[in-house]
């Protein structure tokens, strides 16, 4: 099973700055990696699709990169409605989608 | 419009058993596989199971696996998991979602809470 890692589990900024999230696998999973927002309450919303495919009506700030096993989720200039958690989940293993942990963005 | 309707959660003891069931509309339903995710409170998402779009395949997390049964019928566009031998760690709300490429919709939830 590919296990995910994300760092930081926490992230204080606050409004108008850039935030780094950071998913690593523990194995390859080429470019089959999706970010998700959630709010309390809420299902996950997808943001990211196939690592750096933005999904439908995700604003531009919001933006993906990496393949392999390493990955990076970049909001460019937070806006209030950011503050959320952010899991990563990788689709390299037909049916075997895993999530990582999750890292929060809260305001400092 | 893309629906997907759970239902079946509530309250159970350890030990017991409960059928979730997922009532898709709005897409081919028999063209997807589908998949259980699943939330405890307070805590991350989990991956519990999956099943190809006819049924053919499937997968469960370790931590389901010999306890919790998916299944699917086409033709009433209907997914489902049977679960049974349920723990306090089971408690969690269950989503059932579509996971392809950027067709990816989760419904809205249905809650499973393992207690005596």
């Known amino acids: 099973e590919i296990v995910l890692t994300q760092s930081p589990a926490t992230l204080s900024l606050s409004p108008g700055e850039r935030a780094t999230l950071s998913c690593r696998a523990s194995?390859?999973?080429?470019?089959?990696l999706a970010w998700y927002q959630q709010k309390p309450g809420q299902a996950p919303r997808l943001l990211i699709y196939?690592?750096?495919n933005r999904a439908t009506g995700i604003p531009a700030r919001f933006s993906g990169s990496g393949s392999g096993t390493d990955f990076t989720l970049t909001i460019s200039s937070l806006e209030p409605e950011d503050f959320a958690v952010y899991y990563c989940?990788?689709?390299?293993?037909?049916?075997?989608?895993?999530f990582g942990p999750g890292t929060k963005v809260d305001i400092k | 419009e893309v629906q997907l309707v759970e239902s079946g959660g509530g309250l159970v003891q350890p030990g017991g058993s409960l059928r979730l069931s997922c009532s898709a509309s709005?897409?081919?339903?028999?063209?997807?596989?589908m998949h259980w995710v699943r939330q405890a409170p307070g805590k991350g998402l989990e991956y519990v199971s999956a099943?190809?779009?006819?049924?053919?395949?499937?997968y469960y997390a370790d931590s389901v696996k010999g306890r919790f049964t998916i299944s699917r019928d086409n033709s009433k566009n209907t997914l489902y998991l049977q679960m049974s031998s349920l723990r306090a760690e089971d408690t969690a709300v269950y989503y059932c979602?579509?996971?392809?490429?950027?067709?990816?919709?989760w419904g809205q939830g249905t809650l499973v809470t393992v207690s005596s």
């Open positions: 989940q990788q689709r390299s293993n037909w049916l075997l989608f895993t």
């Open positions: 099943i190809s779009s006819n049924g053919g395949s499937t």
């Open positions: 709005g897409f081919t339903f028999s063209s997807y596989a």
């Open positions: 194995q390859s999973v080429s470019s089959y």
């Open positions: 979602v579509i996971l392809s490429g950027p067709f990816d919709y």
């Open positions: 196939d690592a750096s």
